[in-house]
C-alpha cells in the first residue's frame, strides 16, 4: 500500500509541475497562440496510438510494473530534449515534434499504474481512492513548487523538474508488487487490444465510455485555456491558483469509498456532471465581471467533478470486466477521454476560442458555450445510463 501511494504521489507531481503552466510557457517564448492549440492537440492524438496496445500487452505478454517502468525511463530523456527546445530561440516544430514522441511513449502511464494498483488493492471500490489522492497531492505540490520555488509559471525549467520526477517514478515503478500476465494470449487482433471494444456492447459501459469522452471535451479547457484567462485577469501566479482544484479532488477523493458504498454509481455520475455545469457557469460570470476572485470557486470545483465522475467510473469499469481484461478497459478509457474526446474537444476549443476570445476578447461567452454543452451533456447522461450490477 505504501508503495502504492508513494507511486502515485510521484506520477501526479510530475505533469503537476507542467502542465499548468504549459500556455504561458509557450506564449513567452514569441510564438503565436496557434502553437498553444497544437501542442494541446498532440497529447490526445497520442492517447489514440498506444493505451490500447499497451493495456493488451500487460493483459497478455508483460508485466505492467515493467512496462510502465521502461516507459517512464524512455520519455524521460525525451522530454528533456522536448523542453529544451521551449525557448525563443528554438524551433517550435523541434518542440512540437519531441513532445509528440514524448506524449505516445507515456500515453499509456497512468492505464498502466492504474492496472498495477487495480490489481493488488484487495478492495479497489474502497482502497483506490485513498491511494489516487497521493498522486493529487504529488501534483499539487508539485505546482507550489513549480511556481513558488522555481518561478517556472512560463519557463521550461518546468519540464525539466518534470522529467526528474518522473525518472524517480521509474524507480518506484519497478519496486512495486509484481504484476504479470492475466489473460491469454490471442492472435493480433487481441495483441493490438482491439478485442477491448467488444466491451462497448454492454449498453452500460458503452453509455458511460461514451459520456466520459463527451465530458472530456468541454474539460479539455481547463488547463488548456483557464490559465490564459487568470495572466489576462492579472495573476502571476497561475500554476499556484490552479492548484486549488487539486485540493477539492483530495477531499472528494478521501469520501469516493465511503459514498460509493452508500450511492447508487448514477447518482454520483450526476453529481460530477453537475458540478462540471457549475464550474463553467461561474467561469462564465468571472468573465463577463472580468474580477479574479470569480475565477477561483470555480477552478475548486473541478476537482470534485473529476473525481465524481472519472474516478468511480474508473473503478466501476474495472469491476465490471473479467482480471485479464483490465489492462485493455483501462486503455479503451484512456483511449475514450484523453484521446477521442480531448483531441474533439481541442479542435472546437481552439475555434471557439478565436472566435470569442482572439477577436472579442470575451472570456464570458467562451465559458458560457461550454456551460450550455455540458447541461446537454448531463441531460443525455441522465436518460441513457442504467448501471447492472458489477460481478463478483
Known amino acids: 500500500m505504501l508503495r502504492l501511494c508513494a507511486m502515485f504521489f510521484m506520477l501526479g507531481m510530475g505533469p503537476g509541475m507542467w502542465l499548468p503552466g504549459l500556455t504561458n510557457a509557450i506564449r513567452a517564448t514569441g510564438w503565436g497562440s496557434e502553437w498553444v492549440a497544437w501542442a494541446f492537440l498532440i497529447m490526445p492524438l497520442a492517447s489514440l496510438l498506444s493505451p490500447l496496445f499497451s493495456g493488451a500487452l500487460a493483459d497478455q505478454k508483460v508485466a505492467a510494473q515493467q512496462l510502465a517502468g521502461w516507459i517512464c525511463v524512455a520519455s524521460t530523456l525525451t522530454m528533456t530534449v522536448a523542453f529544451y527546445g521551449l525557448r525563443a530561440e528554438g524551433s517550435p516544430w523541434f518542440f512540437l515534434g519531441m513532445f509528440f514522441i514524448t506524449s505516445v511513449i507515456a500515453a499509456p502511464l497512468w492505464n498502466l499504474v492504474i492496472t498495477v494498483a487495480m490489481t493488488h488493492l484487495p478492495r479497489p471500490e474502497q482502497q483506490f481512492p485513498h491511494v489516487r489522492l497521493w498522486c493529487t497531492l504529488g501534483w499539487i505540490l508539485g505546482g507550489w513548487f513549480s511556481s513558488l520555488v522555481l518561478h517556472a509559471d512560463a519557463s521550461p525549467v518546468a ?51 461514451i459520456g466520459s469522452a463527451v465530458l472530456s471535451m468541454p474539460i479539455a479547457s481547463f488547463y488548456m485555456h483557464t490559465p490564459e484567462h487568470l ?38 455520475l450526476l453529481v460530477g456532471l453537475g458540478c462540471c455545469v457549475a464550474r463553467f457557469v461561474i467561469f462564465a460570470y468571472a468573465g463577463y465581471q472580468h474580477q479574479l476572485p470569480g475565477m477561483w470557486p470555480g477552478i475548486a470545483i473541478h476537482g470534485i467533478c473529476y473525481t465524481l465522475f472519472f474516478i468511480t467510473g474508473q473503478i466501476f469499469l474495472d469491476q465490471r470486466v473479467e482480471p485479464g481484461m483490465r489492462g485493455q478497459m483501462q486503455g479503451l478509457l484512456g483511449l475514450m477521454t484523453n484521446g477521442v474526446g480531448t483531441l474533439l474537444g481541442t479542435l472546437a476549443l481552439k475555434w471557439l476560442h478565436a472566435c470569442t476570445v ?24 441522465a436518460r441513457a445510463f442504467h448501471e447492472k450490477t458489477p460481478s463478483p
Not at 162 to 181: M, Q
Not at 255 to 260: A, I, Y
Not at 358 to 374: I, K, Q
Open 159 to 209: 519540464g525539466y523538474a518534470g522529467a526528474v520526477c518522473r525518472l524517480i517514478l521509474a524507480a518506484l515503478v519497478f519496486l512495486c508488487p509484481h504484476t504479470p500476465p492475466r489473460g491469454e494470449v490471442g492472435n493480433w487482433r487481441s495483441l493490438l487490444g482491439f478485442d477491448a471494444f467488444r466491451l462497448m456492447r454492454e449498453k452500460d459501459l458503452r453509455v458511460l465510455l
Open 231 to 268: 495572466r489576462d485577469l492579472g495573476d502571476v501566479r497561475s500554476t499556484f491558483t490552479m492548484s486549488f482544484g487539486q485540493w477539492s479532488e483530495v477531499a472528494a477523493m478521501a469520501v469516493t469509498g465511503w459514498l460509493m458504498l452508500r450511492y447508487r454509481l448514477k447518482t454520483l
Open 358 to 381: 482572439e477577436r472579442n476578447g470575451d472570456w464570458g461567452l467562451y465559458w458560457s458555450v461550454l456551460a450550455v454543452f455540458t447541461i446537454l451533456c448531463l441531460v443525455w447522461f
